[in-house]
T-cell receptor, first 115, second 113 residues
Framework: DTGVSQDPRHKITKRGQNVTFRCDPI?????LYWYRQTLGQGPEFLTY????????KSRLLSNRFSAERPKGSFSTLEIQRTEQGDSAMYLC?????????????FGPGTRLTVL | SQKIEQNSEALNIQEGKTATLTCNYT??????LQWYRQDPGRGPVFLLL?????KEKRKERLKVTFDTTLKQSLFHITASQPADSATYLC????????????FGQGTTLQVKP
């Protein structure tokens, strides 16, 4: 399968713990996006990378969230000191900049539950 | 403030009929608009893109219109099938050429046999 993959698919954690999610984009894609989605809502933009550079971060993103894409390939999203409000589906998407208005290909998501 | 609105009520239609979903936006001037399909527990899947200078786009049983004066896009599925049952999301380009997408909340379509 050459699509976007995410790991883990599900994560249950206790409030206050740190969690890290991984995203492997489509190999030739240079842009990578993180979104968060809660029940009944559309995905909400969190941050994006072009190659290894993090070019934009949502103002809604708490400083407990950090993302990296060290070699311009896979990316990690870390949430420190998790809160119950962080419970959501975390989606990763990738695209090839400069093509067809950046059609984004989404992974299956990581569902986070904070108890 | 900027808003993208889709009908939050589920749309229930009979198999074979045409489903029409609406996406309205305010305080945006998007260069393009995209429609995605999302099944429960899965990531969105790209369906169609329409640019600001295009009035209509078709792909198989799907048709999208884009009216920049009304600030509205309509998404049609003709000859609907139960397999078309899903949530459909519209998305606008968020800023410049970043590719960042701003999504509506989605409309759930249920096609009954």
């Amino acid at each position: 399968d050459t699509g976007v993959s995410q790991d883990p698919r599900h994560k249950i954690t206790k409030r206050g713990q740190n969690v890290t999610f991984r995203c492997d984009p489509i190999s030739e894609h240079n842009r990578l996006y993180w979104y968060r989605q809660t029940l009944g809502q559309g995905p909400e933009f969190l941050t994006y990378f072009q190659n290894e550079a993090q070019l934009e971060k949502s103002r809604l993103l708490s400083n407990r969230f950090s993302a990296e894409r060290p070699k311009g390939s896979f990316s990690t999203l870390e949430i420190q000191r998790t809160e119950q409000g962080d419970s959501a589906m975390y989606l990763c998407a990738s695209s090839l900049a400069g093509t067809s208005a950046d059609t984004q290909y989404f992974g299956p998501g990581t569902r986070l539950t904070v108890l | 403030s900027q808003k993208i609105e889709q009908n939050s009520e589920a749309l229930n239609i009979q198999e074979g009929k045409t489903a029409t979903l609406t996406c309205n936006y305010t305080n945006y001037s998007p260069a393009y608009l995209q429609w995605y399909r999302q099944d429960p527990g899965r990531g969105p899947v790209f369906l169609l893109l329409i640019r600001e200078n295009e009035k209509e786009k078709r792909k198989e049983r799907l048709k999208v219109t884009f009216d920049t004066t009304l600030k509205q896009s309509l998404f049609h599925i003709t000859a609907s099938q139960p397999a078309d049952s899903a949530t459909y999301l519209c998305a606008l380009d968020g800023s410049g050429n970043t590719g960042k997408l701003i999504f509506g909340q989605g409309t759930t379509l249920q096609v009954k046999p």
